[in-house]
């Protein structure tokens, strides 16, 4: 009886290249950091968030000090470098642009971050998994406004639209995070017709808030140019007291939500959230007056900025609480 053929030995395997033992760890470097993420995912959308506020307080730097131009161009900061080149007749005007520019890599690496943690989750509808990918897009598109900004040397409207786009992804970064602790299915109003139209409407006079008060920034002394003081041709008082008119009624309309979400008429989550965007109307309508009696200090008015974003993210989170989704 012939003896079955034994398999023949296998070829022992050559050393790996570099570059394959390179990729390798590339490869398992990365696991290991998306499965970190994902570990960790709400905590990275609360990050996301922060820094879509934090870059609101250094582009407001950048404006109100006049260092919009510090960085002569686009992407790089002079010609040649992408940092400032140091000489003996600058200002610090080049390292408020450049760091403003520093930050936009720390949002960028947050947005990357979003996306990885929120696409590849298949438990998830596609819509909130879309979601996922608006910060990094928000980031691509600011960096090409505020090139376009400094290649055109600043032109105020588009000033403007660079802060009123920043706003829209706090919004935007504010829904993502909330709706993490959601389901997927249809919403479900909780409060009644009335209170969900009032929310509306407060989203609706938020946007004329902040539209108004971009426009009082740049009619004032503090619109992006140290030689230009004023370059809006309107009287900076007079937006200044449209601007606060409209914030008046923003406050009777947030009063009159709170009032029809008293008691059982509404869930606690969305009475605090009620609360907390009262508080923090009050302390930016305080800043505001008093920036305005007191010459308008840098600091003040940075701060109004930083303010103008915890206020879109509060209105975002009185609005999403007049409805649910369940899975």
């Known amino acids: 009886m012939t003896a079955p053929h034994a398999a023949p030995p296998a070829a022992p395997s050559g050393p790996r290249s570099?570059?394959?033992?390179?990729?390798?760890?590339?490869?398992?470097?990365?696991?290991?950091?998306?499965?970190?993420?994902?570990?960790?995912a709400r905590g990275v959308l609360v990050v996301n968030?922060?820094?879509?506020?934090?870059?609101?307080?250094?582009?407001?730097?950048?404006?109100?000090?006049?260092?919009?131009?510090?960085?002569?161009?686009?992407?790089?900061?002079?010609?040649g470098t992408f940092v400032p080149?140091?000489?003996?007749?600058?200002?610090?005007?080049?390292?408020?642009?450049?760091?403003?520019?520093?930050?936009?890599?720390?949002?960028?690496?947050?947005?990357?971050a979003v996306a990885v943690v929120v696409w590849p989750d298949r438990t998830r509808s596609t819509a909130y998994r879309r979601l996922g990918w608006v910060p990094l897009a928000g980031v691509a598109a600011q960096a090409v406004i505020g090139g376009?900004?400094?290649?055109?040397?600043?032109?105020?409207?588009?000033v403007s639209f660079h802060f009123l786009v920043s706003m829209v992804l706090v919004a935007l970064s504010l829904v993502l995070l909330h709706r993490s602790t959601e389901g997927d299915g249809p919403?479900?109003?909780?409060?009644?017709?009335?209170?969900?139209?009032?929310?509306?409407v407060l989203v609706a006079l938020l946007v004329v808030v902040l539209v108004l008060g971009t426009l009082t920034t740049g009619a004032g002394p503090h619109s992006g140019?140290?030689?230009?003081?004023y370059r809006l041709a309107v009287d900076p008082m007079l937006m200044a007291m449209i601007h606060a008119a409209s914030?008046?009624?923003?406050?009777?309309v947030l009063l009159a939500v709170l009032w029809r979400v008293r008691g059982a008429a509404g869930t606690p989550a969305l009475r605090r959230a009620a609360w907390t965007l009262l508080a923090l109307g009050a302390l930016q309508g305080a800043i505001g007056y008093v920036q305005t009696a007191t010459?308008?200090?840098?600091a003040l008015v940075n701060l109004h900025l930083i303010g103008a974003a915890l206020l879109t993210a509060g209105t975002m989170r009185v609005w999403l609480g007049t409805r649910e989704r369940i899975a």
Request: glycine letters at 10%; charged letters at 15%; proline letters at 7%.
């Open 18 to 40: 570099p570059a394959a033992r390179a990729r390798d760890a590339l490869v398992g470097l990365w696991r290991r950091v998306s499965g970190w993420l994902r570990g960790h």
């Open 49 to 79: 968030l922060i820094t879509q506020v934090a870059i609101v307080g250094t582009g407001g730097a950048v404006r109100l000090t006049g260092s919009g131009l510090g960085c002569s161009t686009w992407p790089q900061c002079e010609p």
């Open 85 to 112: 080149r140091l000489h003996d007749a600058m200002t610090y005007h080049p390292f408020v642009e450049f760091g403003n520019r520093l930050m936009t890599f720390v949002l960028a690496a947050a947005a990357v």
């Open 148 to 158: 376009v900004l400094v290649r055109l040397e600043l032109p105020p409207i588009l």
């Open 187 to 200: 919403p479900r109003v909780v409060v009644d017709p009335v209170t969900r139209v009032a929310a509306h």
């Open 225 to 229: 140019d140290d030689e230009v003081g």
């Open 247 to 252: 914030v008046w009624a923003f406050t009777a």
């Open 295 to 298: 010459g308008l200090p840098i």
